[in-house]
């Protein structure tokens, strides 16, 4: 997809901030926009729905994941007119605070150990979606959060833990 190539504008009426969000550790880094009108049909074809994981929701190595958005393709580049997609594998929460330290239950690490698929600036807030093993359902397991730098080895993407959050969306 193209960006732009919708001719659609959302016009956003409330944007919820969750309460606990910490800009600090960027713990909680979640928020829900309200739309002043549901999407109209005609994008129908573009805009799919993805499930909310339930609370107990567990992302396994047979899982296929994707994280896609709109940001950087590499460290100070510029920003692509095609929405990019990267394929990337959740890590364990034991190695996610390996690399980083002070993760918090909230937060999940995804990447490869090349380092070469990865969120960057401005993929912020988008999706890390997975589909089930056996080609079945997709869903949002995480929301970009942040991480060092974009596509470095050895340092994945920390993401939002969408199964934390489910209740409260």
């Known amino acids: 997809m193209t960006q732009g190539s ?3 504008v959302a016009e956003i009426q409330r944007i919820v901030v969750h309460e ?3 800009a600090r550790t960027l713990d909680y880094d979640v928020a829900l926009l309200r739309l002043k009108r549901a999407w109209p049909p ?3 074809p573009l805009v799919q ?4 994981p339930a609370a107990s929701h567990a992302v396994t190595a047979r899982h296929r994941c994707w994280v896609t958005g709109w940001g950087h393709r590499f460290e100070e580049k510029s920003l692509p007119s095609v929405l ?3 394929q990337v594998s959740v890590m364990s929460q034991t190695e996610c605070k390996k690399t980083y330290g ?5 937060m999940l690490c995804a990447g490869v150990p090349s380092g070469e698929r990865d969120a960057c600036r401005g ?20 929301i970009v959060s942040w991480g060092a730098g974009c596509g470095r080895p050895g340092l994945p993407g920390v993401y939002v833990r969408v199964s934390k959050f489910t ?3």
């Open 20 to 22: 606990y969000y910490d």
């Open 42 to 44: 005609s994008l129908g």
């Open 49 to 52: 729905p993805v499930c909310l």
């Open 167 to 169: 209740s409260w969306i």
């Open 102 to 106: 002070p993760v918090s239950p909230r």
């Open 84 to 86: 990019q997609k990267a």
């Open 6 to 8: 919708a001719g659609h």
């Open 123 to 142: 993929d912020s807030g988008g999706p890390l979606s997975c589909q089930a093993p056996g080609g079945g359902r997709w869903f949002l397991i995480g």
